[in-house]
């Protein structure tokens, strides 16, 4: 199953469609509208190859659901989505890494996502195609992680270091 895609120009990419893939496909971290298109140009040229830039299509492509078991199963979003209405979702595909179940519980299991009272499990390992809402719930999954200070170091003292921010569910497009 692929996604569709459109490519664009890049002389001819407006600011949100740059300021889209800058932070989607190649992963940058930038405040809103602090840059300018020709800035923005400028950083998609430095990190991409093509003269050109990628955006995904709107898609008749669903996603798929695990159900508890972690058995896949089509969805449909009938419910948000009316048969004959004639709208698309947009769709991106992801890939939530595994992680080691020992150290990190549930890093072998469905990870849940809800938005706007709708939820599914996104299998780990694959690559899923999901709706863009649930993509940036997942970037937004963040947690804090306290590293302790190793005693034999020049402080001496133990204890924990100032709070990291990480991804709750590390993952990347595909």
Same mark, same amino acid.
């Given at each position: 199953?692929?996604?569709? !895609?459109?490519? /664009?120009?890049?002389?001819?990419?407006?600011?949100?469609?740059?300021?889209?893939?800058?932070?989607?496909? =190649?992963?940058?971290?930038?405040?809103?509208?602090?840059?300018?298109?020709?800035?923005?140009?400028?950083?998609?040229?430095?990190?991409?190859?093509?003269?050109?830039?990628?955006?995904?299509?709107?898609?008749?492509?669903?996603?798929?659901?695990? &159900?508890?078991?972690?058995?896949?199963?089509?969805? *449909?979003?009938?419910?948000?989505?009316?048969?004959? $209405?004639?709208?698309?979702? =947009?769709?991106?595909?992801? !890939? /939530?890494?595994?992680?080691?179940?020992?150290?990190?519980?549930?890093? &072998?299991?469905?990870?849940?996502?809800?938005?706007?009272? *709708?939820?599914?499990?996104?299998?780990?390992?694959?690559?899923? *195609?999901?709706? !863009? +809402?649930?993509?940036?719930?997942? +970037?937004?999954? +963040?947690?804090?992680?306290? $590293?302790?200070?190793?005693? $034999?170091? &020049?402080?001496?003292?133990?204890?924990?270091?100032?709070?990291?921010?990480?991804? +709750?569910?590390?993952? $990347?497009?595909?």
């Amino acid at each position: 199953m692929t996604m569709d !895609v459109k490519k /664009i120009e890049l002389a001819k990419a407006t600011k949100r469609e740059l300021e889209w893939f800058v932070r989607h496909v =190649l992963q940058l971290e930038m405040d809103d509208g602090d840059k300018t298109v020709a800035e923005l140009r400028a950083m998609v040229s430095r990190a991409w190859p093509q003269d050109y830039i990628i955006k995904p299509e709107k898609s008749d492509i669903y996603p798929k659901q695990c &159900d508890s078991s972690g058995q896949g199963r089509p969805n *449909t979003f009938e419910a948000e989505w009316p048969e004959g $209405s004639g709208k698309k979702r =947009l769709c991106c595909r992801v !890939v /939530i890494q595994k992680m080691d179940p020992m150290v990190y519980p549930g890093g &072998d299991e469905p990870v849940p996502v809800g938005v706007n009272g *709708t939820a599914m499990l996104i299998p780990r390992g694959e690559p899923v *195609t999901i709706p !863009v +809402e649930y993509a940036e719930v997942l +970037e937004n999954a +963040e947690k804090f992680v306290y $590293s302790e200070y190793d005693p $034999s170091s &020049d402080f001496g003292r133990g204890g924990l270091r100032e709070p990291q921010i990480v991804k +709750e569910y590390p993952f $990347s497009y595909a």
